[in-house]
Each structure stands twice: as structure tokens, then as C-alpha cells.
Nanobody, 123 residues
Framework: VQLQASGGGLVQTGGSLRLSCAYS????????IGWFRQAPGKERDFVAGITRSGGSTYYSDSVKGRFTISRDNAKNTVSLQMNSLKPEDTAVYYC?????????????????WGQGTQVTVSS
């Protein structure tokens, strides 16, 4: 089982980035996937999540309307399009596979994690 997050970088306030999470090694894809982020000295927070079919998506209030999560099961990838970025979005972003096909905000409900990708938004 492997998750590989990519797409982070340095961007100015108001800019955009697109993160990708490639997952492999699963016997089936009947699970939800979430994106989390962790800033230095802070807890890991839920950002967005998507169910297997992509029919249900969830966002934290802090990113709602700016971020969009999508999923391509044929390519085993989940993407997070981040627009109108703010300095407070600066963090390491992680993708994770949930215990079931349900999006929940608690990190403990996610079994497998990618290595994280750094997003830095300059003011």
C-alpha cells in the first residue's frame, strides 16, 4: 500500500496550486480519501474528503469555496485544486485513505497516509 502526494510549492497570496495523490497496492478502492494539513506547532487538520464515487465531497469551513477535491478511480488519483491561496494555508499537506467509504474529519479514522507535500503561501 502506498500513497504519494505531490504538487506542493511556493506561491504568492491569491495564487493556485494543484495537489495530487496517487495511491496503489489496494485490493479494491472502496474507501474515501481525505486531505489534511499540518502547520508547524499545530495539529493535523482535515481539509477535504471525497467518497469512492466522487458523489460526496466535504470541506473544512476554512477552505470551502476555494478548494476543490476530485477523484479519478481509473488512474488511482485524487486531486486537490487550491485557489485564492492565503498565507494561513501554509502547511504540509497529506492525503490519507479512510477505514471505510465515509468521509470523517478525524485523522484517527484514516489508515494509510502519504508522505506529505509542502505548500507555502507568501504574503
Amino acid at each position: 500500500v502506498q500513497l504519494q502526494a505531490s504538487g506542493g510549492g511556493l506561491v504568492q497570496t491569491g495564487g493556485s496550486l494543484r495537489l495530487s495523490c496517487a495511491y496503489s497496492g489496494f485490493t479494491d478502492d472502496d474507501f474515501a480519501i481525505g486531505w489534511f494539513r499540518q502547520a508547524p506547532g499545530k495539529e493535523r487538520d482535515f481539509v477535504a474528503g471525497i467518497t469512492r464515487s466522487g458523489g460526496s465531497t466535504y470541506y473544512s469551513d476554512s477552505v470551502k469555496g476555494r478548494f476543490t477535491i476530485s477523484r479519478d478511480n481509473a488512474k488511482n488519483t485524487v486531486s486537490l485544486q487550491m485557489n485564492s491561496l492565503k498565507p494561513e494555508d501554509t502547511a504540509v499537506y497529506y492525503c490519507a485513505v479512510s477505514r471505510a467509504n465515509t468521509v470523517v474529519p478525524g485523522p484517527s479514522e484514516y489508515l494509510y497516509w502519504g508522505q506529505g507535500t509542502q505548500v507555502t503561501v507568501s504574503s
